[in-house]
């Protein structure tokens, strides 16, 4: 019984942590869109959120999803450091996007 609760419980986390990741690149991605493309390519549409969104989806099919398995043992990264990226890169992402931005086209 303990190990169906906590399967469940591994399985909601992964599904929360899905669409974390999932909203704070689609955050991204609809800013830099409006900071750095607009300006530049001034006929291309808007983005709504949710087209960003789904501009993001599309990149990820195209990115190298590494498993792990061709890796060597000091390059891998603990559970912990990979959770702790997955939650923060994507700020720190928009943080340094935001000062381009602020600093080159304001």
Do not use: C
């Not at 991605?29 to 493309?37: A, C, E, I, P, S």
């Not at 720190?92 to 000062?99: A, C, D, P, S, V």
Request: cysteine-free.
């Amino acid at each position: 019984m303990e190990t169906i609760i906590a399967a469940i419980i591994f399985i909601v986390f992964i599904g929360i942590m899905f669409v974390y990741d999932a909203l704070t690149w689609g955050l991204v991605m609809y800013k830099f869109w409006g900071w750095f493309v607009l300006p530049v390519f001034t006929t291309l549409p808007v983005l709504t959120f949710v087209q960003a969104l789904g501009l993001m989806f599309v990149i990820g099919l195209f990115k190298n999803h590494i498993t792990g398995d061709n890796i060597k043992d000091e390059y891998k990264r603990n559970k912990w450091e990979s959770a702790l990226i997955l939650l923060i890169f994507p700020w720190i992402t928009l943080i340094f996007g935001w000062l381009a931005w602020k600093i080159w086209l304001q």
